[in-house]
C-alpha cells in the first residue's frame, strides 16, 4: 500500500528542496513527516517510537548542515526513518525492512546520505571522529561532522572511547546528545541520572538562559574574552548542577539541554555551532513517540509494534484456533525463575534487553537478582565473571549478533578461568528484517573454538529447559546455549527438568545412506523433510547433535561408519560451523562419507522474513528434501534396509 505524503513533504525529494522552504514552514513539514511515518509504518511495520522521537531534529540538521558533504552519522537506525524518507527514498519507505527492499538502518551502499552503516549502538562518535580527522588530513576544513546518539547508547564503552579521543583532537565534531531516558527498555545507571540532574535543574536552566546574553556579550571584548567566557560557563554549569560536566571535562563544549521538538531553534542553533571551532556536544531532549499518544505513553511497547491501527491505536495480532508454540525467549524467561526459585545461587544479567530477552520476567519476580547493565555487552560478561568467581551462577543473556562485541571478555575473563557462566544467545542464527547487522550468524564458528567452553543448541523449548537446567549444576564451567528468534514448535512445553549429559546427542531415526545431521531448531526443518521423502520411498536417517563443543564422537563414529551421505544442517555460517567440525572429525578418524553442508554461506545476507532468508540460505524444508534427493536411491518396498 503506497501512502501519501503531505502537501509540502511531498514535494521533497532531497535535502536541497527541504532549503527551498522558510523556517517557518519547518514546523508543518515536521508534522507531515511524522505523520508520513505513522502512516507507513502501521500498515508495513518496523521500529517506530525512535523516528517518532526525531523529526523535528531530522528536518534540522538536513535544513541547517549541507549533506551529503556534510557528514551526518546515526547511532544505530532505529531513529533514522525520517532521514531517509528526506534523502531520496521516500517512494521507497513502503519496502522498508521487507524482502529486497530498503534496508531498516543506514547502509552505505544504500545512498550517499548514510555515511556509515550502523545497526549495533554506540559507534556513531568514532566514525565521526574518523571522518573529522580525515576531512582534516585532506584540507577540508569547512566539513561538518554530526553524530546523533542516544542516552542509552552513550552507556556503553566505545562511546565513551570516542568522547576521550575526540576531545584531544581539535576536530570538527558536533555529538548530537538524543535524550529521552530510553534505548528500547528505560535506560538505567549513573549517566541517566546525571542527564536527568541537568535536564531538571530548574535553577540551572533558568540562569543558563538569563546568563546566555551576557556571555555572548562579553566574547567580543577582546582576544582573550573567548578564555574568560568558557571559564565563567563551566563555573556556572558547575556550581548550579552540583558537579563538574561530565562533557566538558572531556573538552566538549557542551550547550543545552535544548527542546529537541521546537525545530526551528534546533535549526539554528545547528547553524551557529557550525561555526564554533573543535568538539561540541549539543545536549536534545526529546520523547520517544513523539506526536502518537500510545507510544509516548509505553514506550518500549511501542518501539516496534508491527501492524496497528493508526486510528485506534490497536496492535494487529493473528488470531489462532488452537494453542501455539511460545517464543524461545519466553521459555528462557519463565525457565529462568523455575530455576532460580530452586537455585539460590542463580542471577539473570542482560545488556540493556530486558523485555527482548524475556529477563523482564525475572526482574518483576526477583529485582533483586536480574540485572540491566545498558548497552554494556563487555561490562556484562566481565560483571558475569566477577559474580562467577563468588559462587553465583549468572546466566547472561545477550543476542548473538551482540556478544561479537564481548568475544575478549568470553576468553579472557571466563573461560580461561573456567567460571561457571550461563551464555543465553537469543537471535542465534538468521534474525529476520533487521537485517546483517543482527543475524546471529557467528557464534558456533567463533565460540567452539575456545577452549573450556560448552556449546549447545536445543532443537525445541523441552531441551531449552533441559539444557539450562543442566548448566546451572554444580562445576559444569562456562556453558553456551544458542537459540533462535521467534516460536519454537511445542505448545505443551513446560516439562519436569532432566540433566543432560554434555556432550551427548540423540538419534531421533535411523535410515539407509543417507544421514541428517543438524543442531538447534532447524533440526524440525529435518523432521518435516524426512516426512516428505519417506513418502517418496527415501528414508534418510536423522541425529540431534545437540552440542557442537564436546560433540558426540560415539555417535560420529556411528554415523561416519554406517552411511554414504552425511547432510548437515545449522542455522549458522559454514565457516567454521557443525559441518566444518563434522569434516574435522571425519579427517581426524580416516572417514571418506560424502558430506553436504548446508547453512549460512560465506556473505552477509541482507533482510527479509526468516523463513524467506532459510530459503535464500537453502537450509529450510524445500533445500534439505532436494539435497537429500540428489544422493538418495529410492526403495521401491516396504522393507527398511537394516
Known sequence: MQVKAGPLLSKINYPADLKQYSEADLEQISQELRQYIIDVVSVNGGHFGASLGVVELTVALHYALNTPYDKLVWDVGHQAY??????????????????????GFPKISESEYDTFGVGHSSTSISAALGMAVASQIKGETDRQHVAVIGDGAMTAGLAFEGLNHAGIENSNVLVILNDNCMSIDPNVGALKEYLTNITTSKSYNRFRDDISNVLAGLSKLGPNAHKYVKKIEKSIKGTLLKQSNLFESLNFRYFGPVDGHDVKRLAAIIKDLKDIPGPKLLHCVTVKGKGFALAEKDQTKWHAPGLFDKITGEIKKSVQDKPQAPKYQDVFGHTMVELAEANDKIVGITPAMPSG????????????????????????????????????????????????????????????????????????????????????????AFMRCIPNLVVSSPMNEEE?????????????????????????????????????????????????????????????????????????????????????????????????????????????TLQGGVGSAILEFMADNGYHANVIRLGIPDQFIDHGEQAELWAECGYDKASIIEAVRKVAVKRTTNTMVG
Open 464 to 572: 531449552l529447559r533441559n539444557l539450562m537446567f543442566t548448566a546451572q549444576q554444580e562445576n559444569v564451567g562456562p556453558f553456551v546455549i544458542r537459540y533462535p528468534r521467534g516460536n519454537g514448535v511445542m505448545p505443551d512445553w513446560k516439562r519436569p527438568f532432566k540433566a543432560l549429559e554434555i556432550g551427548k546427542g540423540r538419534k531421533i531415526c535411523d535410515g539407509e545412506e543417507v544421514a541428517l545431521l543438524t543442531i538447534g531448531h532447524v533440526g524440525n526443518f529435518a523432521v518435516e523433510a524426512r516426512a516428505e521423502l519417506n513418502s517418496e520411498g527415501i528414508y534418510p536417517a536423522h541425529y540431534d547433535l545437540r552440542f557442537v563443543k564436546p560433540l558426540d564422537e560415539q555417535m560420529l563414529h556411528e554415523v561416519c561408519s554406517k552411511y554414504k551421505h552425511i547432510v548437515t544442517v545449522e542455522d549458522g
Open 82 to 103: 525520517g532521514h531517509k524518507i528526506l534523502t531520496g527514498r521516500r517512494e521507497l519507505f513502503h519496502t522498508n525492512r521487507i524482502y529486497k527492499g530498503i534496508s
Open 357 to 444: 530477552s524475556s529477563l523482564n520476567i525475572m526482574m518483576k519476580a526477583m529485582p533483586t537478582r536480574a540485572f540491566d547493565v545498558g548497552i554494556a555487552e563487555q561490562h556484562a560478561v566481565t560483571f558475569s565473571a566477577g559474580l562467577a568467581a563468588q559462587g553465583l551462577v549468572p546466566f547472561c543473556n545477550i543476542y548473538s549478533s551482540f556478544m561479537q562485541r564481548a568475544y575478549d571478555q568470553v576468553i579472557h575473563d571466563v573461560a580461561i578461568q573456567k567460571l561457571n557462566v550461563v551464555f543465553c544467545l537469543d537471535r542465534a542464527g538468521l534474525a529476520g528484517a533487521d537485517g546483517a547487522t543482527h543475524h546471529g550468524a557467528y557464534d558456533i
